[in-house]
Every structure is written in C-alpha cells, then in structure tokens.
C-alpha cells in the first residue's frame, strides 16, 4: 500500500509539474499550445468552408465543448488519469512477478530497433486498431454506452465535439491499450507526439462543420461526411449498435463491413433515442451514468 501511496503522490507531483511546464515554455511537443494551434486552424477551416451554412459560428453548445477540450486534454489527467494509469502499470507488473514474468517476457517487437518511418507506422495501425474495437465497445457494451451517451449528445457538429466524451472512456482506452503497447515496447517521445497531434488533427476534422471526404483517401481516413453517419440519431436496422468507428483510419470499417454512407448525411438529425431527456450541464452530464444506474437498479 506504501508504493501505491508514493505513487499517487508522485502522479500528481509530476503531472503539475509537467503541466505547468507545458504552459510556460513552448517546444515543438507541447500538447497545451498544440491543441489550440490545432484547433484554431480547424475552425479557421470551418468559418472558410462551412458545410452547414446556416449553422452559428458558435453553435449550439460551443463553450461547453471548448471546456471539455482543455478539461479531457490537461485536467481530467490531473485529477484521476495519471495516478490509474501508473496505478495500473504498477499492478499489472507485480500480478507478473508473483508468477515469475516480467513484461519484457510478452514484448514481440522492439520499435526503436526497427527504421523510423516503419516503426511509427506500426505504432499508428496497432494503435488505431485497438481504440477502433474499444470504440465499437463502448457502443456494443450497455455498461460503456451509457458513459458514451455524452459524446452522442452533441446536436451541431463542430471541431471542439471531439473531446466532449466521458472522463470513464480514456480509463477504458488507455487500459485496453496498455497491453498491445506493452508488447511492442521501445516506442519514442517523437513518436508518440506524432501519432497524438495526428488523431487530434484527424478527429477535429471528422467532427467540423465541413463536406470533405478526400476522395479516393476516404477509403483510409475517417472523414467529416463518414462520421457524421456515426453521430446519426436514426441508425440502420442492420447495425443498430452504430457505425463507422473509426478514430483515425476508415479502413478498419470497410474492412470489417461496419462503413455506412447511404447518402450525403449534411442535414440529418444527430443524437441518440432519449437524448431530449439528456442532461445539458457538465455536471450532470458527468453523472448522468451513476444516476441512470440507480434509476434502473431501484
């Protein structure tokens, strides 16, 4: 219990520290001013080239949107993330010593042995691989749908719907994540920044207000006019749990026939069945899970 309490300790001390330093110095893998750099070029796109052109340039629900970013992206890791995931690292490492295995036992491939180039490039498939079913979970799962809900509730798509999401899914990602990274170990700080600002590019891009599918390169990345599908409120009868999930990449859907665009989805109704009964504060919607448990246990 000693060494877990050193660890939540240092958990907070370090990620303070950490973002802090993030705030007040600039480097080329600073996620603070990276996500408003990136953000401001998105919208900038949205305000040029507007899909719904009747759509508000500060939609329905933007600062509430604006305020999840920076609350997913820096704080929720201050608050809880940080200390579960070193927790859990922790953990998992002393349930493989009681049985004599260290995690370099399970490690298949060693990145930074390979070129680079290749060995980012398998970092980004196996990483979008796996956050493709953990996101096809969280809709097929009850449990992790309801946390889910609160990214579905989004009425108006625009940039900032990306991070609005449940603090419960990044615990769900990062820990079925853990063990595929786990096993291809050695992988860098260059690299992990790269594929982190790419999937934030990608996913603003997928929830902005613009027509783009870029052409043939819609059959490799999701893409504004394929997940506005995924946010439809009236899903087809065949996949009644959603479609395409993809993160980054679209390939996954039509690989494995989850890809949906009837027809150009500019217009149609975004939500989920109930979603009028939907809370509209953070806090309410943060706890929309608990007390929708207690509703249905009682």
Partial sequence: MEKYLKIFKDSYHGYFNYLWNEITHFHWENYFYGLILVSLIVWVLELLFPWRKNQKVF???????????????????LIVLIFLSNATAELFNDLLGMVGLEL????????????F?????????????VQWNTHRLLHYSPFLWNFHKLHHSVKEMGFAAHLRYHWMEPVVYKSILYIPLAIIGGFNVESVAIVHFSALAIGHLNHANLG??????KYIFNNPKMHIWHHAKVLPKHAQYGVNFGISLSVWDYLFKTNHIPHDGRDIELGFDGDENFPSKFISQELYPIKTKRRNSS
């Fill in 59 to 77: 939609r329905k629900d933007f600062w509430l949107d604006t305020f999840y970013m920076f609350f997913n992206f820096f704080l929720l890791n």
């Fill in 104 to 115: 370099l036992d399970f490690q298949l491939l060693d990145l930074d042995a390979l070129p």
């Fill in 117 to 129: 180039g290749l060995g980012l490039l398998i970092f980004f498939l196996v990483t979008d691989f």
């Fill in 212 to 217: 783009w599918d870029y052409g043939f390169l």
